[in-house]
T-cell receptor, first 112, second 117 residues
Framework: DAKTTQPNSMESNEEEPVHLPCNHS???????IHWYRQLPSQGPEYVIH???SNVNNRMASLAIAEDRKSSTLILHRATLRDAAVYYC?????????????FGQGTTLQVKP | GAVVSQHPSRVICKSGTSVKIECRSL??????MFWYRQFPKQSLMLMAT?????????EQGVEKDKFLINHASLTLSTLTVTSAHPEDSSFYIC?????????????FGSGTRLTVV
């Protein structure tokens, strides 16, 4: 499985946008970029995913570089409830039930 | 939609006993489920892939005789930690994906905190 690299931690102020980067220089053509987040003492929660084009949903936006070697998760207005560990994961798209391998993720702190 | 229920949420057991954790897909069928464990301040580590009607596939270094996985139906997978020891104390999490939805996201259970005393 291709590996992702994320900063260990980031800080943000409440109600400001947050850009969480992820590098995945060894991504293959069939790898989807997934983002999950985990709040303390809970299971991870799906945030967003994409393949080539930028994606938006009610939770966040995903900006994917043209060469697909990096991506950025964008939280448009951070709230205190967004404080969590954010994981960027590559999933082989050719597999219908491909497993998710978690890296260390980025711990996001949101300050009031 | 796509809800995964995990039970129990917390369990304390004595060293040497066995503990069973259940993972249910409530509103979809899952031929495949995944089991993870997570130690404090660490990331999730995939333990095994649970396959309905067949043997589970274990990740390297995970003892299959210690962590017994049964996936007897399309909505239920169980993980049994046998002869538990304090070093098995961890947060165990399952996940599944609704393959019938045009959606790539995986749904996770809320986790089981196992403490072995």
């Amino acid at each position: 499985d291709a590996k992702t690299t994320q900063p260990n931690s980031m800080e943000s102020n409440e109600e400001e946008p947050v850009h969480l980067p992820c590098n995945h220089s060894t991504i293959s053509g069939t790898d989807y970029i997934h983002w999950y987040r985990q709040l303390p003492s809970q299971g991870p929660e799906y945030v967003i995913h994409g393949l080539t084009s930028n994606v938006n949903n009610r939770m966040a936006s995903l900006a994917i570089a043209e060469d697909r070697k990096s991506s950025t998760l964008i939280l448009h207005r951070a709230t205190l409830r967004d404080a969590a560990v954010y994981y960027c994961i590559l999933r082989r798209g050719s597999s219908n039930t491909g497993k998710l391998i978690f890296g260390q993720g980025t711990t996001l702190q949101v300050k009031p | 939609g796509a809800v995964v229920s995990q039970h129990p949420s917390r369990v304390i057991c004595k060293s040497g006993t066995s503990v069973k954790i259940e993972c249910r897909s409530l509103d979809f069928q899952a031929t495949t489920m995944f089991w993870y464990r997570q130690f404090p301040k660490q990331s999730l580590m995939l333990m095994a892939t649970s396959n309905e009607g067949s043997k589970a596939t274990y990740e390297q270094g995970v003892e299959k005789d210690k962590f017994l996985i049964n996936h007897a139906s399309l909505t239920l997978s169980t993980l049994t930690v046998t002869s538990a020891h304090p070093e098995d104390s961890s947060f165990y999490i399952c996940s599944a994906r609704d393959q019938n939805r045009d959606y790539h996201g995986y749904t996770f259970g809320s986790g089981t905190r196992l403490t072995v005393v």
